[in-house]
């Protein structure tokens, strides 16, 4: 058994003060980060350029590169792929690979289920097991066959990232970093309701485009859907993204589950344009993906087509974003952490 934790979520630096302290020379520290991070071998078998020993050091110390983690596969007939992964701490939670052609992208999860409850979501009514460590993130991409093909990451599977910004923000920093993995910042997009306090943390120092879960301009029918606006309004959350704005090329969205009969009205549409003046963004909108677990309605066709009319009348850039993954039960919303075919 590993006495330290596993490698994969450690940074080149804590490699290289794991080797220190073993009496081993630090400077393998940044090659075994390229072997993982950027080549992504999934064992240490295939390393061919550090000493044995310093190799079996490392793997003694920490275990096998994915110490403890496993996954299952579940391809659909879209093209997209879902993964529903364990790890050491028991915690389950689930992936999604979507290829569209060019844009093969990943959807990951931070947490194993959320504390936030939205109304409209499934992930939000199954019970919660508590933060994915950076080493669980960051695995998600690193550890299923795509891993080499992936070109877009989005941070919007199970949980919310800013009620778990310590771990969430280190793997940026891994996916990020030349050291690291390396993939662009202009290419992960982290997704979430907007917690005050880990939206000013994120954008001290943005590692990648932002969108925010908006689903209504109206604070008492968002606090109905979503119960963190009490905490967090949302005309907080746009009094910071005034404030200090994300820095180009990274870009600002927005989400808006579209829910037959609730948030689609012209005065929705408006109050929308009003209350992001001044911001430079882009709408997507998700037509709600339907689970047992709450009884709202798919907008009808003739819905959606008044919604964005008004949208367009108002000035507002939009995109219908059709999820992928529903026949696995993996399109937003659906993600509970386990195999639920339809
Ligand atoms: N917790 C973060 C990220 C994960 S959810 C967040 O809430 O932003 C990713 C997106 O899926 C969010 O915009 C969320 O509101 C949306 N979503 C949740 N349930 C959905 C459903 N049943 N249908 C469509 N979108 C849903
Ligand atoms: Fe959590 Fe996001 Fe689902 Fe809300 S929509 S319950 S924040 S995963």
Redesign the pocket.
């Known amino acids: 058994m590993p006495k330290r934790g596993k490698i994969i979520g450690k940074k080149v630096e804590e490699i290289e003060a794991a080797l220190s302290n073993l009496g081993l020379p630090p400077q393998y520290a940044s090659k075994l980060a390229v072997w993982i991070y950027r080549k992504r071998i999934q064992h240490y078998a295939g390393i061919n350029d550090i000493p044995r020993h310093i190799v079996n050091a490392l793997q003694n110390e920490f275990g096998d590169i994915f110490e403890g983690n496993s996954f299952e596969r579940y391809p659909g007939t879209d093209g997209s792929v879902k993964y529903l992964f364990s790890n050491a701490q028991g915690q389950h939670y689930e992936s999604i690979y979507m290829d569209n052609g060019k844009r093969k992208t990943l959807c990951v999860s931070t947490q194993a289920g959320?504390r936030?409850g939205?109304k409209?979501?499934?992930t939000g009514s199954i019970s919660y097991n508590g933060n994915l460590d950076a080493g669980s993130i960051v695995g998600q991409l690193l550890a299923i066959p795509e891993t080499k093909s992936v070109n877009r990451l989005v941070i919007?599977?199970m949980?919310?990232?800013f009620d778990n910004w310590a771990e969430v923000s280190r793997a940026l920093e891994i996916l990020t970093s030349a050291w690291g993995v390396a993939f662009g910042k202009s290419n992960i997009t982290l997704?979430?309701?907007g917690i005050l306090e880990g939206l000013e943390r994120f954008l001290l120092n943005p590692r990648c485009n932002l969108a925010i879960?908006l689903?209504s301009p109206f604070p008492d029918e968002r606090a109905m859907l979503m119960p963190s606006e009490v905490k967090n309004p949302i005309s907080r959350v746009v009094d910071i993204l005034l404030k200090h704005r994300i820095p180009k090329p990274l870009r600002l969205s927005f989400?808006y589950?579209a829910l037959g009969g609730i948030n689609l009205s012209e005065q929705h549409a408006k109050a929308i344009s009003d209350m992001l003046k001044g911001l430079k963004y882009h709408i997507n909108i998700?037509p709600?993906?339907e689970?047992p677990a709450a009884d709202f309605k798919c907008p009808a066709t003739d819905e959606l087509e008044n919604f964005t009319r008004w949208l367009n009348q108002h000035g507002v850039m939009w995109t219908i974003r059709q999820?992928k993954g529903n026949e696995v039960g993996a399109a937003?919303?659906?993600m509970a952490g386990k195999h639920t075919p339809k």
């Open positions: 959320c936030m939205c409209f979501c499934m919007m599977g949980g919310e990232p997704s979430t309701l879960s689903h989400e589950v998700i709600w993906n689970h999820s937003c919303g659906q």
